[in-house]
């Protein structure tokens, strides 16, 4: 019989335990060794039944086996100690607190998704997990963070194959009552509700949702109410589902209800109103415009463009994708058809448009864009890896006409992995061993020198058994899936070998990933696969998109290789990939593969998870490898394209086929003739030295710089503090310097077609200028009823490419040398001529003022 209606019965913890039930709702476990162990030594079986979820596992626990343990007095001080220790590490301060009054009380980070654990799926893939690791770092920093998302009713699918080899999805219901979450409630206990009104007279109304991660909390917004009707409590129903107009939805219900769930938990909970907006990704958008619409309703009563100033002087805003295809767009019409239902009052519906209009070359003016809204809301942007920032400014410079691609504000920060989450338990006990080192973070690990070499040989070996234990039951179960019985499946008991160079492949299967890159040789792989003296094998897991075809087939292909009897002993696909497989999997593999279309890969942080563990890396350049690879810590995957420096866009039809026919011959090439020969090193030596002395340089290299604390402290000082500063000084006086800058801004802008440069000389220079000349440069310029203080005139010189372009241009300062009348006038400076061979120089204006963030700010420019 199916039951009519499910709920939860809480478990009554006696008092000696109380801390359990603390213990479970925070978080923090996720992460915190100490507590998963203290669980699992309740039980160990129910712990595995639980799939080592402690919200899960608490309600298993039988009442008498509940009084046993209470009358326990070692298990209750255990309890006790950690309850405590929780308690202090919620409390302490900790590095931002070290930062004192200068910098934000609190900020809010947006993000469609959140990949914190297995037992709360609200991620696909690399955003959402990047989105967790950045609340959990934020958290042992001390940052005082606020996370903002969506709480998806199925989350994202779950992937399973059928027997000829092809994803199948399936969306098992999350039950929010048996998950770590606590929903927000009014003082006299009623659900907190955010509410958006909708065109036809409709609305969406959504609950709030709190997950504790550490000291950060998390808020979920959830449509799936009873006063919604049934298509509002759809909205989020699944990550990444349905059209676009359900997306339009869920980006809606993310930004603008995102807001107004924060200001609602402010109220609540007595915290600080955020003083920073941070914007992950496109999807959250919004956030913006409900944020105008609140500076305009207030008392202050600000127009349009004073609030916009105001809210993008405080918003940070990071794109993770280099490629225009992954960018969200939807057409005009439907975004104006949302607003005129009164989403935001007195606020201009053509403004709204005009923020997401593709105003450059190439621009389609009837689809609204994401990203350029997220990049006009926000006064500073940054791509996740320094090449990304370089893709980045490309893709948007049309933003920006006139200033050089590397004058386009959009900087970088490099992504990083939280480093208590990836690391396996082994390692860090190694480090507490050897050094008192606590984690990989510890500045000790750079002793990972002094590490005996049979040691760090023998710790790889335990992991990678412990891997090769977790994919012979993942198989096993994945193959009972495809239809074949235990009697089939004797075989998977001896799959894979832990003794054998083990290489691991797994991420989202998109076509510019290239899954199936390993099989463009089949027979050059079996051969590699199946070699007499130094194997490989390969463990290999991901993801397509549901309406992708060509990563399915993808999929498809790869698993079919797999299941040849001839090799499925040493190359394996697990399906449904996610974060409890991906704990051995890190560790377990020897090297890391990563072999995307450069430069289409925006960071990539699986590799970091491996290094963190002592993996190597064989990549392509792209993303976070090509800033941090050096040679010691793997091995850099040579590209064919010879568009890959930077532009975002990749080779297509028989130039892409012949570019992947050598890409994968590389790759190749480097198992054959120099990973597997290192790994297996010499018969007269057991442990290979060469290949151990990688592993320690990576953990004690590489392992601090891709920590999530890392890439934290950089959003904190590169972006939040400026950020805070910048929004704290526009609201001064009840925003006066927010209304002048509109108004700076507003003149700039009627008045700047105007301006130009009349007239460049450069008197006494000699036909034959040296190495150390000075070059006196005179500007005559028109400042078209502007006057010198609204702007910025320098003169740029350099080395002259074939073309005339200036080459690594050094930038001088003009001043005012006289006043010509009629708005003109004469700016004057120095160069000195640093260098030999061909030299040039130019002249251009452009708008300054102390609340501008860059040059480049206002996209005006006027040159000689």
């Known amino acids: 019989m199916k039951a009519i209606r499910r709920f939860t019965v809480r478990t009554v913890l006696p008092d000696a335990l109380e801390p359990l039930g603390r213990l479970a709702a925070n978080l923090r476990w996720s992460w915190h060794r100490p ?59 900790a590095w931002y607190q070290s930062l004192g009054s200068n910098a934000p009380a609190s900020i809010a980070y947006f993000s469609p998704e959140f990949g914190i654990t297995a037992a709360l799926p609200q991620y696909s893939g690399g955003l959402g997990i990047l989105a967790g690791d950045h609340l959990k770092a934020a958290s042992d920093l001390g940052v005082p963070l606020i996370g903002v998302g969506l709480l998806y009713q199925a989350g994202y699918f779950r992937q399973s194959l059928s027997r000829d080899a092809w994803q199948q999805e399936t969306y098992p219901a999350i039950h929010r009552d048996e998950v770590p979450l606590t929903l927000l409630r009014e003082a006299d206990g009623t659900p907190a509700q955010v509410r958006l009104p909708l065109p036809d007279g409709r609305q969406l109304l959504a609950r709030i949702w709190r997950a504790d991660v550490g000291r950060v909390p998390l808020l979920l917004l959830d449509s799936n109410v009873p006063d919604n009707d049934e298509a509002a409590r759809g909205v989020t129903d699944r990550l990444y589902g349905g059209g676009g107009e359900h997306r339009l939805q869920q980006e809606l219900l993310l930004g603008m209800g995102g807001v107004k769930a924060l200001r609602v938990f402010e109220r609540l909970a007595g915290v600080p109103a955020p003083e920073v907006f941070h914007t992950n990704e496109g999807h959250a958008g919004f956030l913006g415009v409900e944020r105008i619409r609140e500076l305009m309703d207030s008392p202050v009563s600000l127009s349009w463009d004073e609030a916009l100033a105001a809210t993008r002087a405080g918003t940070v805003f990071t794109t993770h994708t280099p490629v225009p295809a992954g960018i969200d767009r939807f057409e005009r019409d439907q975004i104006e058809h949302f607003f005129n239902a009164g989403l935001a009052p007195g606020v201009p519906v053509e403004s709204v448009l005009a923020l997401g209009q593709e105003t450059y070359t ?105 891997l090769i234990e977790d994919v012979r039951r993942r198989l096993r179960a994945a193959w009972k899936e495809r239809g074949l019985s235990d009697a089939e499946l004797s075989w998977t008991d001896s799959v894979l070998d832990p003794d054998v160079l083990t290489i691991g492949f797994a991420r989202r299967v998109p076509t510019y990933k290239r899954l199936t890159l390993m099989l463009r040789d089949p027979e050059r792989l079996k051969a590699l696969l199946l ?4 194997p490989i094998q390969l463990v290999i897991a991901g993801k397509s998109h549901p309406a992708d075809e060509q990563g399915k087939r993808m999929i498809q292909d790869l698993v079919r290789f797999t299941d040849d009897p001839e090799v499925r002993h040493r190359i394996v696909f697990l399906p449904n990939y996610d974060i409890a497989m991906a704990r051995t999997l890190f560790p377990g593999c020897d090297v890391w593969l990563n072999n995307p279309l450069r430069p289409l890969e925006a960071c990539g942080t699986s590799g970091m998870k491996a290094a963190i563990n002592g993996g190597l890396n064989l990549s392509v350049l792209d993303g976070w490898w090509d800033e941090m690879y050096d040679g010691e810590n793997g091995w850099a995957i040579p590209t064919a394209d010879r568009n890959s420096a930077g532009t975002g866009q990749a080779l297509t039809g028989p130039e892409a086929e012949h570019r992947d026919d050598i890409e994968s011959a590389a790759l190749y090439d480097l198992l054959e003739n120099t990973v597997s020969p290192r790994f297996y090193g010499t018969a007269s030596d057991p442990v290979p030295a ?67 440069v009349e007239h460049v000389e450069s008197p006494g220079i000699n036909e034959s200028p040296q190495v150390g000349d000075t070059l006196s440069i005179r500007a005559f310029v028109n400042l078209g ?12 010189h350099g080395r002259l490419s074939g073309s005339d372009e200036l080459a690594d241009a050094t930038l001088e300062r003009l001043t005012v040398s006289e006043d010509l009348g009629s708005g003109r006038y004469l700016y004057a400076g120095d160069a000195i001529l640093g260098h030999p061979g061909a030299f040039g120089y130019t002249v251009r204006i452009f708008p300054m003022h102390e609340s501008l963030a860059s040059k480049a700010e206002l996209g005006l420019v006027a040159e000689a």
């Open 362 to 466: 190439d621009g389609d003016p009837a689809v609204f864009n994401m990203a350029v809204m997220g990049l006009r809301l926000a006064q500073r942007a940054n791509g996740v890896a320094k090449l990304h920032g370089q893709v980045s400014r490309s893709m948007f410079a049309g933003l920006w006409p006139g200033f050089d691609q590397a004058e386009v504000p959009i900087g970088s920060i490099t992504n990083g992995v939280h480093v208590p989450t990836w690391v396996d338990p082994e390692i860090t006990q190694l480090a507490k061993e050897k050094f008192g080192a606590g984690s990989i973070l510890d500045p000790e690990w750079f002793r990972a020198y002094d590490v005996d070499d049979a040691e760090v040989w023998q710790l790889r070996r335990n992991l990678r058994g412990k």
């Open 531 to 534: 070699h007499p003296t130094h």
């Open 690 to 756: 060469e290949w151990v002395a990688m592993i320690k340089h990576t953990l004690a290299k590489l392992g601090p710089a891709v920590s999530a604390e890392r890439m934290v402290q950089e959003y904190v000082q590169a972006l939040y503090q400026p950020a805070w500063s910048a929004g704290r000084a526009l609201q001064a006086d009840g925003y006066a310097p927010a209304k002048e800058l509109a108004y700076y801004a507003d003149r700039v802008k009627t008045r700047w077609d105007s301006v130009l």
């Open 35 to 93: 507590t998963l162990r203290l669980f699992e030594e309740l039980d160990p079986h129910l712990w595995q039944q639980s799939r080592q979820d402690p919200v899960s596992f608490l309600p298993m626990v039988s009442g008498e086996r509940l009084q046993q343990l209470a009358e326990d007095p070692d298990v209750v001080a255990h309890v006790q100690r950690l309850g405590a220790d929780l308690d202090t590490y919620l409390d302490e301060p």
């Open 785 to 796: 009823g502007l006057s010198p203080d609204d702007v910025c005139v320098e003169a740029a």
